[in-house]
């Protein structure tokens, strides 16, 4: 169970967020109504249609009569209504969440065990060539951005070699069976992923692997090995559990990051996600579609973090008396 000071932090958290999100999109310059009908309709529209509209999307509230509208919504469940779409918010999410959803989940799930299966092996072999190289590596990938090594893979898998789609999500009219679909979603799906997985493995590997090396010293490795462990058991059993322990909290801090770096990664590669959807937003100043989507996003990292502190109770359940 989460103690009583858990809950009162994750409920400031969020209402700080609350107020970020209703702020941060009014602050943006431009006029809502001509970004959402343009220059011409601007100047041919009539003054009673202009206040219409402006009463039609509670423009003419006050900053903390929108606010109160705005906390009194979502109360009700209701996110507000799409100025660009011309739907509720929550329609419009609904369409787009879960595929940024099976990207950076499928990307941290990958990321994590990957990288700390990389980093206890690494750290096990210290010094030696396989540590060597897959320490170069990377460093080096870690200086790429997400969204230039997707770049790199379109140009690469996708322009040069032919070998997976250039953009979105599906191919129209792949087949009636849900195998021509899966295997088309997937090969869609790969550079996506894959960029996102590559510029998050190093974080993970690094600090994998780094525990790794200082646990190898402690005590209870030498007592393993004098009791006649074999190699596997003392590298995953006893050395790599505790190398679990900081892969766990940082899986939950990285999660923000993965979230930035996806909206990135949609974007390079025309993905039908929340990237693609907040870039239009942005541009047309939708400002329930823009709130909508951070909130969606900042409450899926609370929830995970949430999961990550209840996670790392069960790994460890020394973390419980330190409170």
Same mark, same amino acid.
Not at 25 to 37: E, N, T, W
């Given at each position: 169970?989460?103690?009583?000071?858990?809950?009162?932090?994750?409920?400031?958290?969020?209402?700080?967020?609350?107020?970020?999100?209703?702020?941060?999109?009014?602050?943006?310059?431009?006029?809502?109504?001509?970004?959402?009908?343009?220059?011409?309709?601007?100047?041919?529209?009539?003054? /009673?249609?202009?206040? /219409?509209?402006?009463?039609?999307?509670?423009?003419?509230?006050?900053?903390?009569?929108?606010?109160?509208?705005?906390?009194? +919504?979502?109360?009700?469940?209701?996110?507000?209504?799409?100025?660009?779409?011309?739907? !509720?918010?929550?329609?419009?999410?609904?369409?787009?969440?879960?595929?940024?959803?099976?990207?950076?989940?499928?990307?941290?799930?990958?990321?994590?065990?990957?990288?700390?299966?990389?980093?206890? /092996?690494?750290?096990?072999? %210290?010094?030696?060539?396989?540590?060597?190289?897959?320490?170069?590596?990377?460093?080096?990938?870690?200086?790429?951005?997400?969204?230039?090594?997707?770049?790199?893979?379109?140009?690469? &898998?996708?322009?040069?070699?032919?070998?997976? !789609?250039?953009?979105?999500?599906?191919?129209?009219?792949?087949?009636?069976?849900?195998? !021509?679909?899966?295997?088309?979603?997937?090969?869609?799906?790969?550079?996506?992923?894959?960029?996102?997985?590559?510029? %998050?493995?190093?974080?993970?590997?690094?600090?994998?692997?780094?525990?790794?090396?200082?646990?190898?010293?402690? !005590? &209870?490795?030498?007592?393993?090995?004098?009791?006649?462990?074999?190699?596997?058991?003392?590298?995953?059993?006893?050395?790599?559990?505790?190398?679990?322990?900081?892969?766990?909290?940082?899986?939950?801090?990285?999660?923000?990051?993965?979230?930035?770096?996806?909206? &990135?990664? /949609?974007?390079?590669?025309?993905?039908?996600?929340?990237?693609?959807?907040?870039?239009?937003?942005?541009?047309?100043?939708?400002?329930?579609?823009?709130?909508?989507?951070?909130?969606? +996003?900042?409450?899926?990292?609370?929830?995970?973090?949430?999961?990550?502190?209840?996670?790392?109770?069960?790994?460890?359940?020394?973390?419980?008396?330190?409170?």
């Amino acid at each position: 169970m989460i103690n009583r000071g858990y809950c009162i932090n994750y409920l400031l958290a969020l209402m700080v967020i609350l107020t970020l999100n209703f702020m941060l999109p009014r602050l943006m310059p431009g006029d809502p109504l001509q970004a959402i009908y343009g220059d011409e309709a601007m100047i041919a529209m009539t003054p /009673e249609l202009k206040e /219409e509209l402006i009463s039609r999307y509670s423009l003419d509230l006050t900053q903390a009569g929108q606010f109160r509208a705005y906390i009194g +919504s979502l109360l009700r469940g209701d996110l507000g209504y799409s100025y660009y779409y011309n739907v !509720p918010v929550a329609a419009v999410l609904l369409g787009s969440f879960p595929w940024t959803a099976l990207l950076v989940g499928l990307a941290l799930c990958i990321s994590t065990g990957l990288g700390l299966f990389l980093g206890i /092996e690494s750290g096990y072999r %210290r010094g030696r060539t396989v540590d060597r190289l897959l320490l170069g590596g990377f460093m080096w990938i870690s200086g790429l951005p997400d969204f230039f090594v997707g770049m790199l893979l379109l140009l690469i &898998f996708g322009v040069t070699l032919g070998l997976v !789609p250039l953009a979105g999500a599906v191919t129209p009219y792949t087949g009636q069976g849900w195998a !021509p679909a899966l295997i088309d979603g997937l090969r869609h799906l790969a550079l996506p992923l894959a960029s996102l997985v590559l510029a %998050r493995l190093t974080a993970t590997y690094l600090l994998a692997r780094n525990t790794m090396i200082t646990t190898m010293g402690e !005590p &209870f490795i030498m007592t393993a090995r004098s009791k006649g462990c074999s190699g596997p058991a003392v590298r995953y059993r006893h050395a790599g559990r505790n190398s679990l322990l900081p892969v766990v909290t940082a899986a939950g801090l990285q999660l923000s990051h993965l979230i930035t770096g996806a909206l &990135f990664v /949609e974007i390079v590669f025309s993905y039908p996600g929340m990237g693609a959807l907040m870039y239009n937003a942005l541009l047309t100043r939708d400002y329930p579609l823009l709130q909508g989507i951070l909130l969606l +996003s900042a409450v899926t990292v609370l929830t995970v973090n949430l999961l990550v502190d209840l996670l790392y109770k069960r790994i460890d359940p020394r973390v419980a008396y330190a409170h």
